[in-house]
């Protein structure tokens, strides 16, 4: 881009002296791509493109615009899609996508481009952190939950059986360029499934976001492209101040954000019907919940936070699950310390604090959670879904 005046002014993160990156929001900002791509790697001649089958077909004419703006840079654009869904985020995945690289002999100067939603994000960041000792990546993420949320802070990782983001590691792209125009092109389902993580950045830092994500419900909805934009931009802001603070996650700073997740992961990985924000959605309940039982939440924010996901259309139950399966990937949970598991809980609206709860009393936990009907067995509910 030529001109000043129109120049995409980035969000810059500091990881440390070495590591700063600037995040690009906007809406239709495909087409400066290229410039700002080549301005930060100006030794790129060669970048990979990596995405799935769906985000390849559906946005095909803007992989083209990203080619052609490259490829009159003098960067060879090459476009690998793999199969969509949270198994191809596995040694398998993981092994693809090496055979990518070698096949297209990707060098020292090459770079990885991870465009889709946080399957994507999170596998082909750990391939590029991995393949020739570290190959440079850039993130576009497509989905609300990536704009939001997973393309930011570094982190990559793929699953192991039923153990979410067990491998992995903290690996920083070149750049993120988030084009809000992808939204436009989510389902339903994919974007209230979205809305999930933008709920948990208002319910743990920011009461105003809460206030305006009420107000708004029906513009979201409906797509509306200037609300979206500032809610990826809000979350975005308040993501790259926790992970300022706490890069690698070693305080309770950085922790906060597993709000929801320590059961929202369990939930996802045993019954593969919940989309991830769907089975965080019911974990923020459930953790609302456990702060009320431990004295922490007035209900009536518990209330609230429970009817703004109705309102959105997200799960605040999980009727037919069985609790006892759900030990087993909590018991794993990252988090956990010794015989500890750290429960990230809200105080109020825009508030949370970290609980550490022994391991033996989980089962009563569970129980609770069963008897306030966050979690309702019914009679033929199986343990884990194989489809």
């Known amino acids: 881009m030529d001109s000043t005046e129109n120049r995409i002014e ?11 990156y600037p995040i690009y929001i906007g809406t239709d900002i495909i087409p400066e791509f290229g410039a700002l791509f080549k301005e930060r790697m100006p030794r790129c001649s060669r970048a990979l493109l990596v995405t ?42 993981l092994g693809m996508l090496y055979d990518f690289f070698a096949e297209h002999q990707l060098d020292r100067q090459s770079v990885i481009i991870a465009m889709g939603g946080g399957v994507i994000g999170d596998l082909a960041g750990f391939a590029a952190s991995t393949f020739l000792r570290g190959l440079s990546l850039v993130h576009i993420p497509t989905t609300l939950i990536a704009q939001a949320d997973s393309s930011l802070g570094g982190k990559v990782a793929i699953n192991l059986a039923r153990l979410k983001n067990i491998v992995g590691g903290f690996y920083h792209p070149e750049m993120i360029y988030t084009d809000a125009s992808f939204l436009q092109t989510l389902n339903a389902r994919e974007l209230r499934a979205g809305l999930a993580e933008v709920v948990k950045y208002a319910v743990i830092m920011d009461e105003e976001l809460f206030d305006y994500i009420e107000t708004n419900v029906e513009n979201i909805i409906a797509k509306d492209p200037d609300v979206l934009e500032k809610l990826v931009r809000s979350c975005c802001e308040h993501k790259i101040a926790v992970v300022e603070a706490d890069p690698e ?27 991830h924000g769907e089975a965080v959605s019911v974990g923020m309940v459930a953790a609302s919940y456990l702060a009320i039982k431990t004295e922490l939440l007035a209900p009536t924010d518990a209330e609230r936070q429970s009817k703004l996901l109705s309102r959105i259309g997200l799960p605040t139950d999980a009727l037919g699950v069985l609790i006892d399966p759900l030990l087993q990937p909590m018991l794993h949970d990252k988090k956990r310390r ?4 750290r429960f990230v809980l809200p105080t109020k609206i825009g508030a949370t604090t970290i609980k550490d709860i022994p391991k033996k009393e989980l089962p009563d936990l569970l129980q609770y959670l069963v008897e306030k009907r966050i979690f309702s067995p019914s009679e033929d509910a199986t343990a884990i879904d194989e489809g």
């Open 249 to 275: 996650e070693r305080t309770d700073r950085r922790a906060i954000l597993n709000y929801g997740h320590t059961i929202g992961h369990a939930l996802e990985s045993l019954y593969h019907r919940y989309l």
């Open 52 to 93: 799935n089958q769906t985000v390849e077909e559906v946005h095909a004419s803007k992989i083209s615009q990203i080619s052609e703006s490259l490829a009159n840079l003098g960067v060879d654009l090459i476009v690998e899609a793999i199969p969509e869904g949270e198994r191809t985020k596995s040694y398998w995945g």
């Open 338 to 341: 010794g015989n500890t598991l």
């Open 10 to 20: 980035p969000i810059w993160t500091t990881i440390d002296e070495k590591t700063r």
